[in-house]
């Protein structure tokens, strides 16, 4: 069968600039919040009739960072299952798939046209800044919700791990980047950091306590302590 070519319709624009510290799954973060820059000539305000009775919607789009490359692979280690259980790659949502493809469903916000162009707002985001978005869909919660659906071994939600405290060199960076508050970076920080975003082996280095991740043009740098999490420092990103 030939291949069916994919030409993507806008790019998301999120806090996720690097892997590390993206919620596993979708609406987990709700201080996530993207943008879905319209490509032309899907950037037309038409298209979107309707949307606006809809709260949330799917995103169809393609792991592209480091996957496109990759292959598939039949099986694959879960986060959910401490990345030591193989499970087949269909009974998973990992990346590596026969095509990186990927669904998320998240709340939007009405669209929002700049000299950027136009927009799609959305919140509760697990997409890496620049994923390529390939279609979207109004979430239908008759169709979609499903009551009795069992979920394997992915049956409950994700519970926030420890409380996370902020130092005072971290509080000033986050007043430094955000001094009004639009990014809701303090909550954004908290909320990733307290579902705790280490690989699911980090229990078999007991040692390690100081990490950093990245969100927006920031390092976050933050260590685990007897209380919990503390945020050290929140830093402009340099690359190395």
Request: proline share 10%.
């Amino acid at each position: 069968m030939a291949p069916f070519p994919f030409n993507p319709i806008g790019i998301i624009r999120s806090p996720f600039t690097d892997k590390f510290g993206i919620p596993r799954q979708p609406r987990l973060v709700d201080a996530a919040e993207a943008r879905l820059e319209l490509l032309a000539p899907y950037d037309q305000e038409a298209a979107f009739a309707g949307l606006e009775g809809f709260s949330h919607v799917w995103l169809i789009f393609v792991f592209h960072a480091d996957c496109l490359d990759a292959g598939w692979r039949p099986t694959v280690r879960p986060p959910r299952l401490g990345g030591r259980q193989k499970v087949g790659v269909f009974a998973s949502r990992a990346p590596y798939r026969p095509n990186p493809i990927g669904l998320s469903a998240v709340a939007h916000h009405g669209l929002e046209r700049t000299g950027d162009g136009l927009a799609l707002r959305l919140q509760g985001v697990d997409l890496l800044d620049g994923t390529p978005v390939l279609d979207i869909k109004p979430y239908v919660p008759y169709a979609d919700s499903i009551a009795e659906a069992s979920g394997g071994f992915a049956r409950a939600s994700p519970r926030m791990l420890w409380p996370v405290h902020f130092s005072d060199d971290a509080i000033a960076g986050i007043a430094a980047r955000d001094p009004h508050g639009r990014l809701r970076l303090r909550e954004l920080i908290e909320q990733v950091i307290a579902q705790d975003p280490r690989p699911g082996y980090m229990d078999r280095y007991p040692e390690r306590r100081r990490f950093a991740l990245q969100l927006y043009d920031c390092e976050i740098v933050w260590r685990i302590d007897d209380d919990g999490v503390e945020v050290c420092s929140v830093e402009p990103f340099r690359e190395p």
